[in-house]
């Protein structure tokens, strides 16, 4: 059995992996964590046993590393983004905060949590 962190699941492709996966790996547990932007709706992943939706923000560090440690996380899936192209000429600020910012803090969190206790084997 796998324990997957599924950024961004709620949103387009993040759900579809999370349907996916759901029905090609029946034993294993899905945490979606996603803050459910204007593209972000937990009916993408209602009803699907192995996934528990937590609904908070990738940069959130401190439950990011929480939940890697206790729900004994080895594998992420990264889909969280700004995704709108429109939206990223009027307003680029998000984009740089969520798209950059945020996957290096989730990079810099897991790091942490895998390879500063020296344990876990992250593949
Ligand atoms: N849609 C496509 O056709 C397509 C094709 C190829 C690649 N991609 C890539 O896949 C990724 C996801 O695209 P998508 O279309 O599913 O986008 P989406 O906008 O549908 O989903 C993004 C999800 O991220 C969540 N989110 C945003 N900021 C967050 C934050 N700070 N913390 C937690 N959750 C946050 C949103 O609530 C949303 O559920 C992007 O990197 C995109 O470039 C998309």
């Known amino acids: 059995m ?11 492709i993040g759900g579809n992996f999370v349907h996916y ?16 932007t204007y593209t972000g709706n937990k009916s993408t992943i209602a009803g699907i046993e192995q996934a528990e939706l937590v609904v908070d923000d990738i940069r959130h560090t401190e ?9 004994d996380i080895s594998t992420i899936l990264h889909f969280t983004a700004e995704s709108y192209v429109d939206r990223s ?15 290096n803090s989730l990079l810099k969190t897991a ?9 876990g084997s992250p593949h």
């Open 111 to 119: 790091r942490s949590a895998w390879l500063g206790a020296g344990s």
């Open 63 to 71: 439950l990011v590393a929480k939940l890697l440690r206790e729900r």
């Open 89 to 103: 000429i009027t307003g680029p600020d998000v984009f740089i905060e969520t798209n950059i910012l945020g996957t």
């Open 21 to 36: 996966w759901a029905q090609n790996h029946p034993g294993d547990t899905m945490i979606v964590l996603d803050c459910l």
């Open 2 to 12: 796998t324990n997957l962190l599924v950024t961004g699941g709620a949103g387009f």
